[in-house]
């Protein structure tokens, strides 16, 4: 729907998808206890938390350890008014990453997440 | 108006067309996409659509609208004349597909297959800017038309059936 | 698991994620509508079949009540409204397929008819407030002379007028719960004892009392076998109407149903005035206030539930 990550704020696209959702396997959904509609946060294996939360969808579409989520959202500069800290940032949680020596290609598929339903920033003014 | 359920991504191109060419406020919309999931994984089947008003041969707006703003043409489209709508809000009472809205000057808007592009000659906004090119317009009553040829060759279904509308917008399936 | 869900994110105001078109004026104007109607009726046939000095209250008093229901349920009407400077355009045209153009011609006849009715009766009902003017006191001796004329020309009214807001809801097919026949008999019903509730309230001698009470007692019976024939209509329905039902038998709005309209509306006022058909003595308010009630609670619930029920998504 949106293109890249700057399209997010555009008054069109936004009104018709404002964040983007996680997509739960329903299997896990039923370990953890998450519901569809449900607000939860992102940790990675490096301790870095997703600064802001994200709403699961509970689908099929998705393996069982595997989440998925749409790429552009979780913009924490205030000026976009429109996608200010609606949806996270799944860059941010990418910290684990081998580069080519020769030719840079990064490897970005060692990151694993674990999924929090408490807001862990509950502590901190962000 | 015949859509190919196998072709459409779900872009949503026709949603914002729609909206750009019709001044649509932002907050409404006048065709949405739909998306259907059946199955657990990995045996899953998918199914997305784009819905709008299906323009119906028994079209219930039409027939209990109290003031005759509701008005179908003789090509099958169903139109809705605002000056004289006095904004009852029946017509959205009896929509099976959730169509019509309230505009927010008052009176009950909706799809109307993009009628003053077809004057002209153009296709619907949707139709044109459709990427996978899913969607198809045309005359079902002229049996050479490219339209009614999709409806022989392929299999075909239109959006509950048992609500006795008559849609007139099909889905290639 | 089965999973529908909208991706292009559409939540128009109103319409997601459940209808919200008519709120409480439409359901108001049901009431009022259905009250109205079933007092014309009763004032109607009193004075065709010449009773009219026996039950005073039947054609005088109550009659009050009918034009000022009818312009509070015009009123409410006209504020649900949302394109309200075009109104008019409802009487450029009639439309035979809308029921909601019935209504607003039947409305605009039979609301002049009342007030006509009731000034006909004004040297009776206002003795102190004399009217001024020699026009208007033979316009009134005029209407006393016609006023079985409008009495013949007000039953048949008052039965569309209680009957069509039944009908208006159930030709609607997109709507399961209200797609059902019965709905226009089980509104003219509930609409006619109503009616008589508020004759009994407002009626001086026990006599009235005691006929209206009976009137009363069947209309209930009436109504709730067209209750339950209406549930059973909806069990032996398809799906669509099974998920209907459920929303009134097992769902959020069981409490309001049952409790208030059938036990609190119907059963309790029939058994009480059973016993006072019987013998014993209860003072007849109770039984006509909670009728009344019960008809206003019963039109909220039809016309909230109503929209919750859809055949998509």
Known sequence: MHTFSRTANNPNLNDLKKENDLWVNP?????????????????????????????????ERVRWDSVYMVHGFGHDNKKLTRAYAKGINDTQL????????IMGGTGIRGNFVTILTENPHKNIEI | MVIDTLKCVGCSDCVVACQTENDVPIGYCR??????????????????????????????????????????????????TGNECIGCGACIESCPYDARYQHPDGYVDKCTFCHHRLEKGQLPACVSVCPTKCMYFGDLDNPNSEVSKLLKNRKHKTLAPEAGTKPQVYYLT | MQEELFTSGRNIPNIDPSL????????????????????LFFAGLITVLGKDKEYPASVKFASIVSPIALTLGLLALFYDLTHKLYF?????????????????????????????????YYSELFPKWKLNFE??????????????????????????????????????????????AILGPLFLVSGLSTGAATIILLAKSAKEKHLFGKIDLI?????????????????????????????????????????FVIILGL??????????????????????????IGGLVFRFVMVEAGQITRYLY
């Open chain 3, 88 to 120: 008019w355009r409802l009487y450029t045209t009639i439309r035979i397929e809308s029921p909601m153009s019935w209504g607003a011609w039947v409305l605009l006849i039979i609301t002049p008819i009342s007030f006509l009715w009731v000034m006909s």
């Open chain 3, 267 to 292: 059963i309790v006022p029939a058994i009480l005035e059973l016993t006072e058909l019987i013998g014993y003595k209860i003072p007849v308010a109770i039984p006509a206030l909670l009728v009344l």
């Open chain 3, 135 to 180: 026009f208007l006191n033979t316009f009134e001796k005029f209407l006393q002379k016609n006023r079985r004329n409008m009495a013949i020309a007000l039953i048949p009214l008052s039965i569309i007028l209680g009957i069509y807001t039944g009908i208006l809801l159930s030709a609607f097919n997109a709507r399961p719960l209200w797609n059902n």
């Open chain 3, 20 to 39: 919200e078109i008519w709120h409480w004026p439409i359901s108001v104007y049901l009431f009022l509508g259905g009250l109205a109607a079933g007092l």
């Open chain 3, 219 to 259: 209309l209930i019976v009436i109504e709730l076998g067209l209750i339950v024939h209406m549930l059973m209509g909806m069990y032996a329905g398809s799906e669509v109407q099974l998920e209907a039902m459920q929303l009134l038998v097992g769902g959020e709005f069981t409490l309001m149903f049952f409790g």
């Open chain 1, 94 to 101: 990418i910290s684990k990453i081998a580069v080519d020596p």
């Open chain 2, 31 to 80: 065709d949405w996409i739909t998306e259907t999931v059946n199955g657990s994984y990995p045996t899953i089947e998918l199914e997305l659509k784009s819905e709008r008003c299906n323009h119906c041969d028994n079209a219930p707006c039409v027939r209990c609208c109290p003031t005759g703003a509701s008005h179908q043409l003789d090509n099958g489209i169903v139109l809705v």
């Open chain 1, 27 to 59: 299997k896990v959904a039923r370990i953890l206890g998450i519901k569809t509609g449900q607000y939860v946060w992102l940790k990675n294996q490096d301790d870095v938390t997703s600064t802001f939360s994200i709403k699961v969808r509970v689908t």
